[in-house]
């Protein structure tokens, strides 16, 4: 048979150890900051039914990949596209098994059927933190607080969470006097303002929308509303919306969460209301969030989310509450690597145990035994090179910090030679002492 091509198909990507280690320690940061604010972990299958994540919409528009079924089953299924859809499900078939308020995260894989670009793949992992079951603001205010502080763990100092809602946008028909069949249309023109300059927003909204030159006007005052001072923007939103109820519904919500996360000590210098924001996904009901790095704004949003609290209807007759953010790994991570918050490592071993010495490959194995035992990453050198000097020379290459050497003279002693490999500094000591040396590193 001749040698198949080693190649991914487009889209995908394999991660290295270098790459790989650094992402793990992003996840278990992140991991950590979730469930300091008490949300639980789940996990649901990476293949749905397909009718679950289309919500039966035969005009639905992501790009998934379908599932081959063996056997030729009858049922379509296909891979998930988001996290958010798979807990509504969850949350309509458990009933009264998840006890409500339900806070939970998950960490996992994604795949949608888009065009390849620079940084964006088919293959992706996510990692989604929701509130099921509350219909108060405290909960947006508690994601937009999540937000807030796992942003400020992984070492971004710029970055800002910009806030809207939908029950704003949706009054917009009303205030600039177009029908409110256009709206979703609208919104999703709206929703690229990050991306495009409002030349480009224009000529969608007259193509798209087929909005005229007034409403178009209206439009582009709403979405320059800005002020560094929040109250102003709402006084101002209160005033262009007077007599739309659900738009006066949604500004009312803002300033409830403006209120709570004052109370809460998030900082104003973290967020702001945008009246751009709009999130293209039609299951958002309420208040809407992205969050932007300063320095990198032309990555887009890296954390974003919102209400949406009709989505479990989808699959149930019950009403449930909902809202969540999800994080982009693929993008923070590279946003992290460009401003240098990343630590590439070729691997873990904190310490390698050279083995040279015939007479010394009983007391090596024991040697490694008793590290691992301590906690201490430990391996033993199991390579083609036999002498001490080649032994060396890898550690060195994989970015070892410390390398425990038993020759014959150590053996006879029963001590170990340990050796920084940073400072080059050696000493002979005993197991104990060696031990003490790479735990305080």
Not at 18 to 46: K, Y
Not at 314 to 341: C, N, W, Y
Not at 405 to 421: A, D, P
Request: charged letters at 30%; hydrophobic letters at 40%; one cysteine or more.
């Amino acid at each position: 048979m001749g040698i198949v091509e080693p190649t991914l198909p487009g889209g995908f990507k394999d991660y290295l150890p270098e790459d790989m280690i650094p992402r793990q320690r992003l996840f278990d940061g992140i991991r950590t900051v979730f469930e300091r604010f008490g949300f639980v972990p789940l996990d649901t299958p990476c293949v749905e039914r397909a009718e679950i994540l289309t919500g039966g919409d035969a005009e639905f528009q992501k790009q998934i990949f379908y599932v081959s079924q063996p056997g030729g089953e009858k049922e379509t299924t296909a891979l998930r596209f988001d996290l958010t859809v798979p807990l509504a499900r969850v949350v309509a078939s458990y009933g009264d098994k998840i006890q409500r308020p339900f806070r939970r995260y998950q960490i996992g894989r994604l795949w949608r059927g888009e065009r390849q670009q620079a940084g964006r793949y088919r293959e992706f992992a996510q990692c989604d933190a929701d509130i099921v079951g509350v219909s108060s603001m405290r909960a947006d205010a508690e994601i937009i607080a999540l937000m807030d502080a796992l942003m400020t763990e992984l070492g971004f100092k710029k970055f800002l969470i910009r806030i809207n809602n939908r029950k704003i946008l949706n009054g917009l028909s009303s205030y600039a006097s177009f029908d409110q069949e256009k709206i979703n249309i609208v919104i999703r023109i709206i929703d690229k303002l990050d991306k495009q300059d409002w030349g480009d927003i224009e000529k969608e909204l007259i193509e798209k929308a087929l909005l005229d030159s007034k409403q178009i006007e209206k439009i582009k005052k709403f979405t320059g509303i800005k002020s560094e001072n929040q109250e102003d923007i709402l006084k101002t939103l209160e005033s262009l919306f007077n007599g739309v109820s659900i738009a006066q519904e949604g500004i009312s919500e803002l300033r409830e969460i403006m209120n709570y996360l004052d109370a809460m000590g998030v900082s104003r210098s973290s967020w702001m209301f945008d009246l751009s924001v709009a999130r293209g996904l039609g299951y958002y009901t309420g208040p809407v969030f992205e969050t932007q790095l300063l320095d990198l704004k032309e990555i887009g949003s890296v954390f974003s989310g919102g209400r949406y609290d009709d989505l479990v209807s989808r699959f149930s007759k019950q009403h449930v509450p909902a809202v969540g953010a999800s994080l982009g790994i693929d993008r923070l991570f590279s946003a992290m690597e460009t401003l240098g918050l990343v630590e590439k490592k070729r691997g873990v071993v904190q310490a390698l145990v050279l083995n040279f010495e015939p007479k010394a490959e009983m007391r090596v194995l024991q040697v490694v035994s008793v590290l691992r035992k301590k906690g201490i990453n430990s391996a033993l050198y199991q390579g083609q090179e036999n002498t001490l000097k080649g032994q060396l020379s890898f550690a060195v290459k994989e970015e070892i910090p410390f390398v425990v050497i038993i020759g014959e003279e150590e053996l006879s002693e029963n001590l170990v030679l340990t050796k920084n490999l940073a400072t080059r500094e050696q000493t002979k000591e005993t197991l104990d002492e060696c031990i003490e040396r790479i735990v305080r590193g």
